[in-house]
């Protein structure tokens, strides 16, 4: 039962060097998201993605990029990481909200810890 | 637009008091309102959820009650344990809208 796998769980990285997390689920959901943790700040989402084929901006895409890779998988780029990043990142999915007892309750990965020197 | 506002942290209890969280919301019509759990290092997990007035959601020992009349949905336990330290989120989903998430309570339990 994997659900939500990230990868890496921990990344140091110097100011102006980039790298992308990446985001797989096996539960065949069409929704994907990403999401960062600050102390104190809850969660803000970054980008989603309602299914295979879009991605829309959340509160903070700024210095971000996503890609839909497939069904399955969902990733986010920092093209130049900056100290304002460092963060916890959250990768989640949801299946479609029916109304019909399916109400889009979202499923989270274990979480990427990135630091930004 | 849609908001979730829980009672600010952290809270700090001894071993088998009484847990309420409280959380009110603001939204139009009828929401699903959901509270998550985030364990020390672990990802944000579905605690408990309901769907329409009314509802209680319940599990591990916890839980809350839909009221439209009051817009919340506060948490309760009955007697929490050392185990229940964590971070608790209130969320709701408008339809097929995003899930907005409140800012989150820490609990501490100490034995």
């Known amino acids: 039962n994997a659900g939500v796998t990230q990868t890496p769980k921990f990344q140091v990285l110097k100011t102006g060097q980039s790298m992308t997390l990446q985001c797989a689920q096996d539960?065949?959901?069409?929704?994907m998201y990403w999401y960062r943790q600050d102390p104190g700040m809850g969660l803000r989402l970054i980008y989603y993605?309602?299914?295979?084929?879009?991605?829309d901006k959340g509160e903070v895409p700024n210095g971000y990029n996503v890609s839909r890779l497939n069904k399955r998988e969902f990733s986010l780029r920092l093209e130049s990481a900056a100290p304002s990043q460092t963060s916890v990142y959250f990768c989640?999915?949801?299946?479609?909200?029916?109304?019909?007892?399916?109400?889009?309750?979202?499923?989270f990965g274990e979480g990427s810890r990135l630091t930004v020197l | 637009g849609n908001s979730v506002t829980q009672m600010e942290g952290p809270v700090t209890l001894s071993e088998e008091a009484f847990l309420t969280i409280n959380c009110t919301y603001t939204?139009?019509?009828?929401?699903?309102l959901f509270w998550y759990v985030q364990y020390p290092g672990e990802g944000l997990q579905l605690l408990l959820k309901?769907?329409?007035?009314?509802d209680k959601g319940s599990n591990k020992g916890f839980e809350a009650t839909y009221r439209k009349e009051t817009t919340s949905f506060h948490l309760e336990k009955g007697s929490v344990q050392v185990s229940d330290s964590a971070v608790y989120f209130c969320?709701?989903?408008?339809?097929?809208?995003?899930?907005?998430f409140g800012q989150g309570t820490r609990l501490t339990i100490n034995p």
């Open positions: 989640a999915s949801s299946e479609v909200f029916t109304g019909q007892g399916r109400t889009g309750e979202l499923f």
């Open positions: 539960m065949n959901h069409n929704s």
């Open positions: 993605s309602a299914s295979e084929g879009t991605t």
């Open positions: 939204a139009t019509g009828y929401p699903s």
């Open positions: 309901a769907t329409k007035a009314d």
């Open positions: 969320a709701l989903r408008q339809g097929a809208q995003k899930l907005v």
